[in-house]
Each structure stands twice: as C-alpha cells, then as structure tokens.
Nanobody
Framework: QVQVVESGGGLVQPGGSLRLSCAASGRFFSIIAMGWYRQAPGKQRELVATITSGGRTNYADSVKGRFTISRDNAKNTIYLQMNSLEPEDTAIYYC?????????WGQGIQVTVSS
C-alpha cells in the first residue's frame, strides 16, 4: 500500500556531510510520522530521528546537534541532513513511514564514513 524509497547515501570522509531523502508514495491514509533508523554492522537497528506530521522531531542522543530531520509541505517526503559525520555513523539507514492505515519501511541505503 505504501512504498518508501531512500536516496542520497554513499561514502564520505569523517567530518563531511550527506543528505538523505525518503519519499513515500502509493495509496495510504494520512501520515502520522516518518523517521530514519539505522543498523550498523553487528549491531541492532536503532532510531536516528523521527518527525510527526505536525513537525515535532525526536533524535537519538548520538546524533543530536549533528543531524537534522525535516519534511516537505506535502508531508510525504522527509530528509536527513547529516553533518560532522563520524565513522560510528556508518550503517544502513532505513526510512520508516507510519500512517493511519499501515507501516512501511524502505529497503535501506548505505552510509559509510571512512578515510
């Protein structure tokens, strides 16, 4: 019912920046919230940042002050601006879309922070 597609990942050096995008499409009820999660090698998936349809944001402590989540006016696309990236940020980043009618995940996109 809901399709979620991430883009913008890649390889960046420590201290650099990346901007991830996530677009939700298809047939769905109103969006409650969207967010970014990540899973580093050998670790569990963890919340990175979420944003509600009203614009309220929530961040993991590890990314506060460095990452910024935002949404467009249509409330079906979110972005994750990642600054001051660290090797510890290396992970597969997953976009989540939570709607009144269901929950959907993107396929994940690789972010690698390395020299």
């Amino acid at each position: 019912q809901v399709q979620v597609v991430e883009s913008g990942g890649g390889l960046v050096q420590p201290g650099g920046s990346l901007r991830l995008s996530c677009a939700a499409s298809g047939r769905f009820f109103s969006i409650i919230a969207m967010g970014w999660y990540r899973q580093a090698p050998g670790k569990q998936r963890e919340l990175v940042a979420t944003i509600t349809s009203g614009g309220r944001t929530n961040y993991a402590d590890s990314v506060k002050g460095r990452f910024t989540i935002s949404r467009d006016n249509a409330k079906n696309t979110i972005y994750l601006q990642m600054n001051s990236l660290e090797p510890e940020d290396t992970a597969i980043y997953y976009c989540n879309c939570n709607t009144r009618g269901g929950l959907a995940w993107g396929q994940g996109i690789q972010v690698t922070v390395s020299s």
